[in-house]
């Protein structure tokens, strides 16, 4: 059954709110007094806090893994790969320049250094050169040749028999040396070549000749000069004067002549290659 209300206790009015209790007044009293003074100022003073420079996130970059090898089949995979220090490469010595051949000197005949052969080319090269002759009587135009392939400097050999031929004491013609042509020729061969440029005229590889247009000369025996002709007092020097005047002489028509006494000066038509004393050397027509 329903219990009958207790008469002692009394009903809120509809309506009608409770009483604030001391305490919460005192404190929303403190809250309108705050609003109040911030309004006048206009600020509200908040606490503030260092937090740094803005960080930016960064997304971790995944390493790609090796691909895998295959070996007799089966996957394998591989090794992540090493650096190791670089090691440097040696520095090449360098190789010491060559040094150069000293390019060969001639006599002043024109012969190298070098073994003369006892048969060159065979082939006879104009040395090509036009050179004008002292004015010493009727001109007599001249061509040298050199075999090819003998140890000469064609060009001091031609520039040596154009002295001994302009010299005064000389023939008296006017000796032009030409490239092409000429009246007569000074042939420098080889042994052998000197034998087939002479024949018939028995040299045997050992002495010069004059045979048609040409004096042929023996490039032993200019080299070398010859041995009777050193033994009489005689110079290569002047072995190679009575050398080329003689063999020219031939060409003038000159013949033979023989020593005319023991202490006289021998006539440059003299065979001194031979036999010079006991006549004293000579290589000039004039001397």
């Not at 089966?74 to 992540?80: E, V, Y």
């Not at 004008?132 to 140890?151: A, H, S, T």
């Not at 002479?198 to 040409?214: E, F, I």
Request: charged content about 15%; proline content about 15%; some cysteine.
């Amino acid at each position: 059954m329903p219990t009958a209300p207790d008469p002692s206790r009394r009903r809120r009015p509809p309506g009608a709110s409770r009483a604030p209790s001391p305490a919460r007044a005192a404190v929303a009293r403190a809250i309108i007094l705050v609003c109040f003074v911030a309004g006048l100022t206009g600020i509200i003073l908040l606490p503030t806090y260092d937090v740094g420079p803005a960080r930016t996130a960064t997304t971790p970059t995944a390493t790609p893994l090796p691909a895998p090898q295959v070996a007799n089949g089966l996957a394998k995979a591989t090794p992540p790969a090493t650096t190791e220090p670089a090691t440097p490469s040696p520095t090449p010595t360098p190789s010491p320049s060559p040094t150069p051949s000293p390019t060969p000197t001639a006599d002043e005949g024109g012969m190298l250094s070098g073994e003369i052969p006892q048969l060159a080319s065979g082939t006879l090269q104009p040395v090509s050169k036009d050179k004008p002759g002292r004015e010493k009587g009727q001109p007599m135009p001249y061509r040298i040749e050199v075999e090819e392939g003998l140890p000469v400097d064609p060009d001091v050999f031609a520039e040596r028999v154009h002295g001994i031929l302009n010299d005064p004491r000389s023939w008296p013609r006017t000796f032009t040396q030409v490239a092409s042509g000429g009246q007569i020729r000074v042939v420098l061969a080889s042994p052998d070549t000197v034998d087939k440029l002479c024949a018939p005229l028995p040299t045997h590889g050992r002495v010069s000749c004059q045979r048609g247009d040409a004096a042929v000369i023996n490039v032993v025996r200019w080299s070398e000069g010859a041995e009777a002709f050193t033994e009489a007092g005689g110079t290569l020097s002047e072995y190679r004067n009575y050398l080329i005047n003689h063999e020219v002489g031939h060409l003038l028509s000159q013949l033979h002549e023989k020593c005319a006494g023991p202490g006289e000066v021998a006539h440059v038509m003299q065979q001194q290659t031979l036999k010079t004393a006991p006549c004293t050397p000579n290589g000039w027509p004039n001397p």
